[in-house]
């Protein structure tokens, strides 16, 4: 009978490639959620991409809130309120395993029946990605891209609140 002698270094890239691999199947970014759920029954979803955003542009006057819609590149939203509730119930449980790199959270709020979190990625003094998150009784995802200049959204919020 013949043993052979097994090499450590192949077990060890063996088992890297495994963790790898897992981990990359565990891990769900924001776009993998609008790829998965959209064209689902029920499932609302606008998408505004950056040619439709300019042509929007082009109607803004001048102001603040106009500077902010002239900063945003393009916007993605899914409504999952008319959708059915096991498809509503998948989208929870994924959110809720959705990694968020590089983006910090801004904002959490916990009511009763549902939950909101914003997140921001920011590059410089500008925010160039927004993402909000409701799930609960209601669920929706919500993507904004851009390079928006963080002081116009302190200055909004102030301006309407």
Known sequence: MLIEKQNPMKKLILILVLCLHALL??????NTLFNEFSGKSGVEEVHLNSFEMSLIKSFCGSGDDSEIIRAVKSVRV?????CSQEVKSRFLKKADQVKFPGYELLMELKEEQENVRIFLKRQDDFIRELVI??????????KITGKIKTGLVGDLVKKYK
């Open 78 to 82: 899914l409504d999952l309120n008319a």
């Open 25 to 30: 199947g565990y891990t769900k970014d924001v």
């Open 133 to 142: 998150m409701v799930t609960g009784e209601e669920a929706s995802l919500i």
